[in-house]
């Protein structure tokens, strides 16, 4: 069971984490080159309206100044509005548009990894140095191998060109429109009940999934296989088989437990890599995430979009290592003490 | 009226306009005017590279934004298909006379939201733009209010509901296309003063209304509007979509996901040409690239052999035909082709690298010098290949002594450094606005402050210097005739006027000319009467849909 005192500890450790990010993000932004007030006023502007635009925004107060006003804004969840992605717009009304895209795709990501790594590598320890195994390392040794800005245009070509079986790009066909309730497009076109519209959805998700789930599944199953096996060797394995229970049963109810839990930390590690490739893979996809946000945003010097994504990215990666933890404790009590 | 000299009409610039795009462009453009709603329908998909960041006109400067409002909105005037000829929109008549402008309003046109257009509603419009004093001024109206209407208007009256009497501050020439520029176009008063959210709502009278905004997958679906006061859109839905690399808007375009897409690169432009579903077209462009020398800060700059010197070194032939892969043209002057202005009698330095080097000597720079070069590092549309750009011209220079470093920076970083005038020399560009020769000849090439006596180049930061003039060059002949053509309302004398102006820029070679891009497109084999459009535009209730 998982004290709330545990729980409660790690989520006071988020502050000082988010607290550290959002330092590091402002400093960043504001010590390199580009000037946000000229991104807005445009290059028709004079120097009098880019002068009258960093007024207006603050910009030309002492960097503390800001810098405090930046911290008290984001104590306050007021992350203010877009200079230029969605002009405007409150920056938190943008992300709560875009973050269930990235959730949708690092979830399915890592749901696909899941679903073969774990198969994948059980298979490989329990049939360790035959022909499958072989396969199955070969299998991900190039999975971790391959990047994703290359095996995503390669997929494209493959599927999209050459065979024309799955679309290019983008999330759904241009011919539907589905209102957003929940923001996940699966969910979504399900609450509405259009099943064509359904069927675009997973078609244009298929590749983006594969192309994440490939590197999932690769590290899983890798560290499955290694996990599994120093398992199956244990004595209690050997004494569960003793006791006349079938391998498949031993494998499963004792080895898989105990060998989860090495898995279990590569998962909350990798979600940042999962979403750094979600960055990569809305980019190779046109799939418009906070990944492509926050590419456009550094792009266009759209600061208050920087800093909120990076910090969304933070608490985000925070609390999966959170969850992470409180799994080990539900698989093994001890670890909490 | 037409045939008086102090005044332009609306019938004189007809007549005057545009000369260099209408043989090619008319006959279908007219064709499609004539036989609007004669198309068979259908959803036109258009493929572009950004999403807009917003829908209100006037909070950007962004084209890629003007390609959707500009569907939903009309200005008092607007650009003829394909042309840079003015034509009749939310007027149906005008007269300039000096300072004074007259605008004759048409009738029986409704807005989006229902309500009726009147004069009140351009008022409105300009008011909420540039009038600090009115209620709903926009607080973020982007940089062309000053520069397209506020720096020029005095006041604005109406004279009934369907008269509007505007006061310059001066007599302005190009005043009549800074009105066809689509940031001038105009919103419903009821909605510039109700409760609407004008970033994401539009309340025009053009031929399609707003039906969806879908941010979250970036897209815009647009409806023919059904009261529409011209002829019907020959298709009943157009759909913006952005696919932000042109890899996959061609693509997309091959696999006829799309009709139409823009932004072709030479790679892009292959895939095209090589399917059998679409094709590429292109028109000529409304547009400049260039190398600046900034007399301000290199003392070499300021001596014209060696900018003329430089000028036959670098090598633009080559760097048109082998970097920008053949999409654009060779530059000579600062007026683009396509307007009136442009001398047919300039031709672009040769390279003569024999040439440079002698005229570097008897300039005193035989021996070389050094100097920086900054560019932006993205392409853009009038120079697809800053880096290569750069390097050819680094290799150019280095083959007559001179000593070349190139300073690449993130795009509004180099606005911020050039606009400072910390460069040495650097590449840029511009598109025109308005297509008036003095959104270039004015803008880019006038210091628009004092110049001390003798001098042909100013200091940088002598009080209101022109920081888009990225040379600090001031050569008063130039200066005198750009001037009297801002003041001279008659077209034939203004073209007299540019083609001085461009003759002394050409000889004096403040810049480098490096070329004009063409515009782009790729066209599935369904789409017929499609207008590439360099200003204004797309125009799309004209196209139809096999």
């Given at each position: 069971?998982?004290?709330?005192?545990?729980?409660?500890?790690?989520?006071?450790?988020?502050?000082?984490?988010?607290?550290?990010?959002?330092?590091?993000?402002?400093?960043?932004?504001?010590?390199?080159?580009?000037?946000?007030?000229?991104?807005?006023?445009?290059q028709?502007?004079?120097?009098?309206?880019?002068?009258?635009?960093?007024?207006?925004?603050?910009?030309?107060?002492?960097?503390?100044?800001?810098?405090?006003?930046?911290?008290?804004?984001?104590?306050?969840?007021?992350?203010?509005?877009?200079?230029?992605?969605?002009?405007?717009?409150?920056?938190?009304?943008?992300?709560?548009?875009?973050?269930?895209?990235?959730?949708?795709?690092?979830?399915?990501?890592?749901?696909?990894?899941?679903?073969?790594?774990?198969?994948?590598?059980?298979?490989?320890?329990?049939?360790?140095?035959?022909?499958?195994?072989?396969?199955?390392?070969?299998?991900?040794?190039?999975?971790?191998?391959?990047?994703?800005?290359?095996?995503?245009?390669?997929?494209?070509?493959?599927?999209?060109?050459?065979?024309?079986?799955?679309?290019?790009?983008?999330?759904?066909?241009?011919?539907?429109?589905?209102?957003?309730?929940?923001?996940?497009?699966?969910?979504?076109?399900?609450?509405?009940?259009?099943?064509?519209?359904?069927?675009?959805?997973?078609?244009?998700?298929?590749?983006?999934?594969?192309?994440?789930?490939?590197?999932?599944?690769?590290?899983?199953?890798?560290?499955?296989?290694?996990?599994?096996?120093?398992?199956?060797?244990?004595?209690?394995?050997?004494?569960?088989?003793?006791?006349?229970?079938?391998?498949?049963?031993?494998?499963?109810?004792?080895?898989?437990?105990?060998?989860?839990?090495?898995?279990?930390?590569?998962?909350?590690?990798?979600?940042?890599?999962?979403?750094?490739?979600?960055?990569?893979?809305?980019?190779?996809?046109?799939?418009?995430?906070?990944?492509?946000?926050?590419?456009?945003?550094?792009n266009?010097?759209?600061?208050?979009?920087?800093?909120?994504?990076?910090?969304?990215?933070?608490?985000?990666?925070?609390?999966?290592?959170?969850?992470?933890?409180?799994?080990?404790?539900?698989?093994?009590?001890?670890?909490?003490? | 009226?037409?045939?008086?000299?102090?005044?332009?009409?609306?019938?004189?610039?007809?007549?005057?306009?545009?000369?260099?795009?209408?043989?090619?462009?008319?006959?279908?453009?007219?064709?499609?005017?004539?036989?609007?709603?004669?198309?068979?329908?259908?959803?036109?998909?258009?493929g572009r590279g950004s999403?807009?960041?917003?829908?209100?006109?006037?909070?950007?400067?962004?084209g890629e934004?003007?390609?959707?409002?500009?569907?939903?909105?009309?200005?008092?005037?607007?650009?003829?298909?394909?042309?840079?000829?003015?034509?009749?929109?939310?007027?149906?008549?005008?007269?300039?006379?000096?300072?004074?402008?007259?605008?004759?309003?048409?009738?029986?046109?409704?807005?989006?939201?229902?309500?009726?257009?009147?004069?009140?509603?351009?008022?409105?419009?300009?008011?909420?733009?540039?009038?600090?004093?009115?209620?709903?001024?926009?607080?973020?109206?982007?940089?062309?209010?000053?520069?397209?209407?506020?720096?020029?208007?005095?006041?604005?009256?109406?004279?009934?509901?369907?008269?509007?009497?505007?006061?310059?501050?001066?007599?302005?020439?190009?005043?009549?296309?800074?009105?066809?520029?689509?940031?001038?176009?105009?919103?419903?008063?009821?909605?510039?003063?109700?409760?609407?959210?004008?970033?994401?709502?539009?309340?025009?009278?053009?031929?399609?209304?707003?039906?969806?905004?879908?941010?979250?997958?970036?897209?815009?679906?647009?409806?023919?509007?059904?009261?529409?006061?011209?002829?019907?859109?020959?298709?009943?839905?157009?759909?913006?979509?952005?696919r932000g690399q042109n890899s996959t808007r061609a693509?997309?375009?091959?696999?006829?996901?799309?009709?139409?897409i823009d932004g072709l690169d030479p790679d892009t432009i292959e895939t095209v040409e090589?399917?059998?579903?679409?094709?590429v077209e292109t028109e000529q462009g409304i547009n400049i690239g260039y190398m600046g020398?900034?007399?301000?800060?290199?003392?070499?700059?300021?001596?014209?052999?060696?900018?003329?010197?430089?000028?036959?070194?670098i090598d633009t032939q080559s760097i048109v035909e082998n970097i920008y892969s053949g999409i654009a043209t060779q530059a000579?002057?600062?007026?683009p082709p396509?307007?009136?202005?442009?001398?047919?009698?300039?031709?672009p330095?040769?390279?003569?690298?024999?040439?440079?080097?002698?005229?570097?000597?008897?300039?005193?720079?035989?021996?070389?010098?050094?100097?920086?070069l900054t560019t932006f590092q993205n392409p853009r549309g009038y120079n697809p290949a800053p880096l290569p750009t750069a390097e050819t011209i680094r290799s150019n220079?280095?083959?007559?002594?001179?000593?070349?470093?190139i300073?690449d920076r993130q795009f509004?970083?180099y606005?911020?450094?050039?606009?400072?005038?910390?460069?040495?020399?650097a590449l840029a560009g511009w598109y025109t606005?308005?297509?008036?020769?003095?959104?270039?000849?004015?803008?880019?090439?006038?210091?628009?402050?004092?110049?001390?006596?003798?001098?042909?180049?100013?200091?940088?930061?002598?009080?209101?210097?022109?920081?888009?003039?990225?040379?600090?060059?001031?050569?008063?002949?130039?200066?005198?005739?750009?001037?009297?053509?801002?003041?001279?309302?008659?077209?034939?004398?203004?073209?007299?006027?540019?083609?001085?102006?461009?003759?002394?820029?050409?000889?004096?070679?403040?810049w480098v000319y490096i070329d004009y891009a063409e515009e782009v497109r790729g066209?599935?084999?369904?789409?017929?009467?499609?207008?590439i459009?360099a200003?204004?535009?797309?125009?799309?209730?004209?196209?139809?849909?096999?």
């Amino acid at each position: 069971m998982v004290s709330k005192r545990f729980v409660a500890k790690r989520l006071l450790l988020l502050v000082p984490v988010l607290f550290g990010v959002a330092t590091v993000v402002f400093a960043i932004l504001h010590l390199s080159p580009g000037d946000p007030a000229v991104a807005i006023a445009g290059q028709r502007a004079s120097q009098a309206f880019v002068e009258q635009v960093r007024t207006d925004l603050g910009l030309n107060d002492p960097l503390w100044q800001q810098y405090l006003r930046f911290l008290g804004d984001v104590a306050t969840f007021d992350f203010g509005q877009s200079y230029q992605i969605q002009r405007g717009t409150p920056v938190s009304q943008i992300l709560a548009d875009r973050l269930p895209i990235t959730i949708e795709l690092a979830v399915l990501g890592q749901l696909a990894g899941l679903l073969f790594g774990l198969p994948l590598g059980i298979l490989s320890a329990v049939k360790q140095d035959t022909l499958t195994d072989h396969l199955t390392r070969i299998g991900a040794l190039s999975g971790i191998s391959i990047p994703i800005y290359w095996s995503g245009p390669l997929l494209i070509l493959l599927f999209a060109q050459f065979l024309g079986i799955l679309p290019t790009s983008g999330r759904i066909g241009s011919a539907h429109f589905i209102d957003a309730v929940t923001g996940f497009i699966l969910v979504d076109t399900l609450l509405a009940g259009d099943l064509p519209a359904f069927r675009s959805a997973f078609r244009h998700l298929l590749l983006p999934i594969v192309v994440l789930g490939i590197y999932q599944m690769a590290l899983i199953s890798r560290m499955m296989r290694s996990s599994m096996i120093e398992v199956i060797r244990q004595d209690y394995m050997r004494t569960a088989r003793a006791k006349g229970q079938g391998e498949k049963i031993t494998t499963m109810k004792h080895g898989l437990r105990n060998a989860f839990i090495p898995v279990i930390t590569i998962i909350g590690i990798q979600f940042g890599a999962l979403l750094g490739g979600a960055v990569l893979t809305e980019t190779v996809f046109e799939i418009n995430g906070i990944g492509t946000l926050l590419v456009s945003a550094i792009n266009q010097s759209d600061y208050p979009v920087v800093q909120a994504t990076v910090l969304v990215f933070a608490v985000m990666y925070t609390l999966v290592n959170l969850l992470v933890d409180v799994t080990y404790s539900v698989l093994d009590p001890r670890i909490e003490q | 009226m037409a045939g008086n000299d102090s005044q332009v009409s609306r019938r004189s610039f007809l007549k005057a306009a545009g000369t260099a795009t209408v043989a090619a462009t008319a006959t279908s453009s007219v064709a499609g005017c004539l036989g609007g709603g004669g198309g068979g329908g259908g959803t036109l998909r258009y493929g572009r590279g950004s999403h807009s960041s917003t829908l209100d006109p006037q909070n950007t400067t962004s084209g890629e934004v003007a390609k959707v409002t500009n569907q939903a909105y009309e200005g008092l005037i607007g650009f003829q298909p394909g042309e840079a000829a003015l034509t009749e929109a939310l007027a149906t008549d005008w007269t300039m006379d000096g300072s004074n402008v007259t605008l004759q309003l048409r009738e029986d046109v409704t807005f989006h939201d229902g309500s009726d257009f009147t004069a009140d509603d351009f008022i409105a419009t300009y008011r909420r733009f540039v009038d600090d004093d009115y209620e709903y001024h926009f607080e973020d109206a982007s940089a062309y209010g000053p520069f397209t209407l506020g720096n020029w208007i005095d006041s604005v009256s109406k004279d009934g509901d369907y008269t509007l009497n505007i006061t310059l501050t001066q007599t302005y020439a190009p005043f009549l296309r800074n009105l066809a520029m689509f940031c001038a176009v105009v919103i419903s008063q009821d909605a510039i003063e109700g409760d609407v959210n004008l970033d994401e709502e539009m309340v025009g009278t053009g031929p399609f209304e707003l039906s969806e905004l879908d941010d979250a997958n970036n897209r815009i679906q647009l409806t023919a509007y059904d009261d529409y006061w011209g002829d019907a859109p020959n298709v009943n839905e157009v759909l913006f979509l952005t696919r932000g690399q042109n890899s996959t808007r061609a693509q997309a375009l091959v696999e006829e996901e799309m009709e139409i897409i823009d932004g072709l690169d030479p790679d892009t432009i292959e895939t095209v040409e090589g399917s059998d579903t679409a094709s590429v077209e292109t028109e000529q462009g409304i547009n400049i690239g260039y190398m600046g020398f900034n007399m301000s800060r290199v003392e070499a700059f300021r001596d014209r052999r060696v900018r003329r010197a430089i000028s036959y070194a670098i090598d633009t032939q080559s760097i048109v035909e082998n970097i920008y892969s053949g999409i654009a043209t060779q530059a000579d002057q600062p007026i683009p082709p396509a307007l009136f202005g442009h001398s047919d009698d300039l031709s672009p330095y040769p390279h003569d690298p024999e040439q440079a080097q002698s005229l570097l000597e008897e300039a005193g720079y035989g021996d070389g010098f050094s100097f920086e070069l900054t560019t932006f590092q993205n392409p853009r549309g009038y120079n697809p290949a800053p880096l290569p750009t750069a390097e050819t011209i680094r290799s150019n220079l280095d083959e007559v002594g001179i000593d070349v470093t190139i300073d690449d920076r993130q795009f509004s970083d180099y606005l911020t450094y050039t606009a400072e005038g910390r460069h040495d020399a650097a590449l840029a560009g511009w598109y025109t606005d308005n297509a008036d020769p003095d959104n270039f000849c004015y803008v880019l090439l006038h210091p628009q402050c004092e110049v001390p006596q003798g001098q042909d180049w100013v200091s940088w930061d002598t009080e209101g210097y022109n920081t888009s003039n990225i040379t600090a060059w001031a050569n008063q002949d130039y200066m005198n005739h750009v001037e009297e053509a801002q003041t001279t309302t008659t077209q034939s004398e203004r073209a007299d006027l540019y083609n001085e102006a461009v003759q002394i820029a050409h000889d004096e070679a403040p810049w480098v000319y490096i070329d004009y891009a063409e515009e782009v497109r790729g066209v599935g084999n369904g789409v017929s009467n499609y207008t590439i459009s360099a200003i204004g535009g797309p125009h799309l209730d004209l196209v139809e849909l096999e």
